[in-house]
């Protein structure tokens, strides 16, 4: 019976991670949200500017840009989007995990 409490008692054990490196995660993820959804934000704000009807779809727009511009034109305006998210989500992980330590049951 003592072996299997023991057994019991080491799954339970949970590895701490301190809330610094939770903010550092959440920048991370949030650098990386940028870079995956800044094209297609680009390109959305292309087709919502476009009166004169230069772009026929989403694919034709992107290609035009990459075509014309070169394909890091669809990456502009990445500076500021990467900063705000990656402030955002620091913040709110690292807030997160101080909170959850501050208020946590040190008995469960």
């Not at 054990?13 to 920048?27: D, F, H, Q, T």
């Not at 476009?50 to 070169?70: M, N, P």
């Not at 989500?89 to 040190?106: E, I, P, T, W």
């Amino acid at each position: 019976m003592k072996e299997s409490e023991e057994r019991g008692s080491s799954k339970n054990l949970k590895k701490i991670i301190p809330p610094y490196m939770k903010a550092v995660s959440g920048s991370l993820g949030g650098i990386m949200e940028a870079c995956c959804l800044q094209p297609i934000d680009v390109i959305k704000t292309r087709l919502q500017l476009d009166r004169s009807g230069t772009y026929k779809g989403i694919i034709h727009c992107g290609a035009t840009v990459s075509r014309t511009e070169g394909v890091r034109a669809l990456w502009k305006g990445l500076t500021p989007f990467a900063t705000h998210l990656t402030l955002k989500y620091a913040l709110r992980m690292g807030s997160n995990a101080v909170l959850q330590s501050a208020f946590k049951d040190s008995e469960t």
